[in-house]
């Protein structure tokens, strides 16, 4: 090659790389590789030797990479429909570049705030007499030094031009949109801390409830097996929230740079596949338990209609199954989980995908208003009408409403913004998304297995008894099988034996005694 200012087209080639030194002795103004569509790689050292180009045009090709070297003199760069182009190199190294028109709007993140250096000579009048800039009067050259500059004008006088003296601006695009804001997955520091605590308290808690009641000698009841399948929805919730902390945590300060593998790998479809099955999983689980004790409790004394294991594996098989076909829709174009960084389907661009949406949410708005109906009927399905609230009311009731109040908590925040963004009137920002996304969509994943299992007393038990086949906490594991054998002698045995046979309101008064602590025990562990 010569040293000649050259401007080379070379559109449309079959070339798939280009070599080392490829340009040496080369001065490039402008250099078009656009639509090579077999051009995957050019040599980290393929502008060595030469000087610039000005002007680089990649569109339409499959580059992974650009050079690191040789790029300080782009001013212009065009990257268009190059989707292979995921990364660039560090925004240092662009020290001219004026200009850029790239594929993805997350790159243009990376050129915000970043000083350019224009390397010619009006550049350097405007380095060293910046200080001229700050005076608006007009100057005969015998006053300035630019008279030594400009000898040979015959110029009586000059003027400033300002939009010379000021800085030249970037102009990128595609610009960052709302739904893509220039940010790390967690856009405030607040939240890093967050969502690290809850998940770990989600997983954790859950995993000691499925290990406990798997692990437990008594046998699997309607009411356990129902918690089983809680606890491993909320800890598939626990996970989206790790995944989702840890690539944060990986790419805090520079997710523009991994913004598209991320929002496009599986990685992001895996993380978005777990929320939402763990999400559907959860609040259909809490319907069938909160179903499954109203129906308990309603029907106390007729024990051919109680809720039998045969009949709750088929139901839960179902909800496996619908909350499974939820979280695949997105995954075969049905909304999609690419669309924003914490992995959520938030794409309503088409009908379908509105439709997908606003069929989810009213879902669960339609399963909070049953937990509530039958809480409420529970309520005073166990007051014993005859006497006046005692202590046991009230405490029942209390935690009726803690349960109720945490549903709530969880679902209406996300509902009331979710169906505004499904009709396209957002009244809530990506960024403010991600405040709900910690502080609320989780709350029950946290608060489910404290609620309905380890703050019970039947799951005590259960783990002091566990404990105790390592060694741990004998004394306190006995004080439990005592109690129990007490009891069973007491109310299962004694009660109902002798010459008189209960009547049918003794009966029912003392299934609906046992029914009532199962209730205010939350989880129903005990049979009758």
Same mark, same amino acid.
């Given at each position: 090659m010569n040293n000649e200012s050259v401007t080379l087209k070379l559109y449309g080639n079959g070339f798939e790389e280009?070599?080392?030194?490829?340009?040496?002795?080369?001065?490039l103004i402008s250099l078009e590789l656009k639509e090579n569509a077999h051009l995957e790689k050019m040599h980290n050292e393929a502008f060595q030797g030469a000087t610039g180009p000005s002007i680089l045009d990649i569109s339409s090709t499959k580059l992974q990479a650009l050079p690191s070297y040789g790029l300080e003199s782009i001013q212009t760069l065009i990257a268009t429909s190059s989707y292979s182009l995921k990364k660039l190199p560090s925004r240092e190294k662009f020290t001219s570049l004026l200009d850029a028109t790239l594929t993805y709007p997350s790159h243009c993140c990376?050129?915000?705030?970043l000083p350019t250096k224009e390397q010619n000579f009006s550049f350097s009048i405007f380095k060293n007499f910046s200080k001229q800039c700050e005076s608006t009067a007009r100057? $005969?050259?015998?006053?300035?030094?630019?008279?030594?500059i400009f000898a040979e004008s015959e110029l009586s006088g000059w003027d400033y031009d300002y939009g010379f003296c000021s800085p030249k601006t970037l102009q990128c695009a595609p610009e960052p949109d709302a739904f893509n804001p220039c940010e790390d997955i967690m856009g405030y520091n607040f939240l890093r801390v967050l969502i690290w605590l809850i998940n770990i308290l989600a997983i954790m808690g859950n995993v000691t409830v499925l290990f406990v009641l798997l692990t437990s000698r008594y046998k699997l009841t309607v009411p356990r097996f129902l918690m089983c399948n809680l606890s491993f929805a909320d800890f598939c919730m626990g996970l989206y929230l790790l995944l989702i902390a840890s690539v944060d945590a990986q790419t805090k300060g520079q997710y523009y740079n991994h913004a598209i593998d991320w929002q496009t790998g599986n990685g992001c479809s895996a993380a978005g596949f777990f929320t939402v099955f763990a999400s559907e999983l959860s609040v259909y689980t809490l319907t069938v338990i909160t179903l499954e004790r109203w129906h308990t409790i309603t029907y106390a004394i007729q024990l051919d209609q109680k809720l039998r294991l045969r009949h709750a594996v088929p139901i839960m098989l179902g909800g496996w199954l619908f909350s499974t076909l939820i979280a695949m829709l997105p995954l075969v174009g049905v909304s999609n989980y690419m669309k924003v960084s914490i992995c959520l389907p938030m794409d309503v661009e088409t009908t379908l995908s509105q439709v997908y949406i606003l069929t989810i949410l009213i879902l669960n708005v339609v399963a909070f208003i049953i937990i509530c109906a039958c809480y409420i009927k529970i309520y005073f399905a166990v007051q014993n009408p005859e006497l006046m609230a005692t202590n046991k009311d009230t405490k029942i009731a209390k935690k009726m409403a803690v349960l109720i109040f945490t549903d709530f908590t969880c679902m209406? $925040?996300?509902?009331?913004?979710?169906?505004?963004a499904a009709f396209k009137v957002p009244l809530i920002t990506v960024t403010n998304s991600k405040v709900l996304l910690v502080l609320f969509y989780p709350v029950n994943s946290c608060a489910n297995p404290f609620l309905y299992a380890i703050f019970t007393k039947a799951f005590r038990r259960d783990f002091f008894l566990l404990l105790s086949k390592f060694g741990c906490c004998k004394h306190r594991a006995e004080l439990y099988r005592r109690k129990d054998f007490s009891a069973y002698t007491s109310n299962c045995k004694n009660g109902f034996t002798g010459s008189n046979k209960p009547s049918q309101s003794t009966l029912k008064l003392t299934t609906l005694q046992c029914q009532y602590s199962a209730v205010l025990d939350k989880t129903c562990y005990k049979e009758c």
């Open positions: 280009i070599q080392s030194h490829a340009f040496n002795g080369t001065t990376a050129f915000r705030n100057r $005969p050259n015998n006053e300035t030094l630019y008279s030594a209406a $925040p996300i509902s009331f913004f979710a169906i505004s």
